[in-house]
């Protein structure tokens, strides 16, 4: 069915209200109390030892000239890991320094959330955006959730406020509204259920309404529209990576190379996914490359995301068109270090709105379950 209707904020009268990750929080006098020692970071024979086994999985990514100023940090986070009892979670689109060499447990935003409540350790560093934070915090309140650079954003969480969704909810009363799990806490407490680009489709529907206020990205919302007979309300949130892809681009791929397959995010505008022989969410795209095991494979989405694919499959040439989510490489090695070292920057939620945006995310877990 065509979508029923986009909105924006331009169409309400609002107040503004800054989103938490503009706030940037420096290192507290408490802190600082409790730092550990930085560790050394020479490049050392010892060092080289001692990081050899993790080269070696990112060997075709990663030249040797880049590697003496990666292991160092690798080295020094992961043996401070143990005396920080924490554990670290790195999206798929974390660069694969990371993603492959100090990350504990890897996936999309809901993978790591389920995940981390699973692990013994008491402190979870999310190596990913902002609201993929927020997410570990409202699932594991009794943890202590670090980002290593709070400013780490998302253009799409950006777009919309709590406030928002009650303009929204008063516009049309009695409609029920879904949630991408890529927004804040604030408005994951305004609405009924939270849904992620693998299950948007089934959360839609799993609500039985004729209508659905879908936000806030209004490709995914228009995805959704095209697989069901609900009518869909969008928002006009985008994310600023994946809105930058074309279908005339992904058409000259294939020109040159009829043989390729392309997959992509749905995230993406509709002319892009028309061009596209799969489409999926980042744990789906991973998965149909590995089963395909196709020889040449056009990925559009996050380009960091097919350099740890490339890593994993050095047999399936990945065509990686460079789109890269400047929030997402806000996370560095270094940064991920200070966070250990001054476990700094804790994720808090105001405990009223993490007990009901919490109710939003289990009610989708449990819908999958
Ligand atoms: S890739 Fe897009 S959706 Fe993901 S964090 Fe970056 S801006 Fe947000």
């Known amino acids: 069915m065509p979508i029923a209707g986009i909105y924006g904020r331009d169409d309400f009268a609002r107040s503004g209200r800054a989103h938490p990750a503009a706030m940037l929080r420096p290192v507290s006098p408490a802190e600082r109390a409790r730092a550990l020692p930085m560790p050394s970071l020479e490049w050392t024979p010892e060092v080289e030892r001692a990081t050899a086994h ?66 013994k350790e008491s402190t979870i560093i999310q190596c990913g955006v902002h609201f993929m934070a927020e997410t570990s915090k409202i699932l594991n309140p009794h943890k202590t959730v670090l980002i290593p650079d709070s400013r780490a954003g998302c253009s799409l969480a950006s777009s919309i406020t709590g406030d928002d969704v009650r303009l929204l909810r008063e516009r049309f009363p009695g409609v029920p509204v879904v949630a991408y799990v890529n927004t804040s806490a604030d408005v994951k407490a305004e609405v009924d259920i939270c849904c992620t680009s693998s299950n948007a489709v089934q959360v839609v529907e799993s609500l039985n309404a004729p209508t659905v206020i879908f936000l806030p990205d209004q490709y995914l919302a228009k995805y959704v529209a095209s697989k069901t007979s609900v009518k869909i309300i969008g928002w006009k949130g985008a994310c600023e990576v994946h809105e930058r892809f074309t279908g005339d681009e992904l058409r000259a791929y294939r020109e040159a ?25 980042t744990a789906h795209m991973i998965n149909w490359v590995r089963k395909n095991q196709s020889k040449r494979v056009v990925m559009i989405t996050e380009c960091s995301m097919a350099d740890n694919v490339q890593a994993e499959l050095p047999d399936v040439e990945m065509v ?32 009223m709105i993490a007990d009901k945006a919490r109710r939003s995310v289990e009610r989708m877990i449990n819908l999958k379950n």
């Open 54 to 119: 993790l080269y070696e999985r990112v060997k075709n990514v990663i030249t040797p000239v880049e590697w003496p100023f990666m292991a160092p940090y690798v080295k020094a986070i992961n043996e401070l890991k143990a005396p920080r009892n924490a554990v670290i979670l790195a999206h798929n689109y974390q660069t694969p320094e990371i993603f492959h060499c100090v990350a504990d447990i890897v996936g999309d935003s809901l993978q790591l959330a389920i995940e981390a409540t699973k692990v």
């Open 257 to 281: 190379d009829p043989s390729v397959q392309i997959i992509a995010h749905p995230e993406c505008p509709p002319d892009v996914l028309a061009e596209a022989d799969f489409t999926g969410s």
């Open 320 to 351: 990686r068109p460079c789109n890269l989510c400047p929030h997402m490489k806000r996370i560095t090695l270094p940064k991920i270090l200070d966070s250990l070292v001054y476990l700094r920057e804790e994720v808090t939620i105001d405990p």
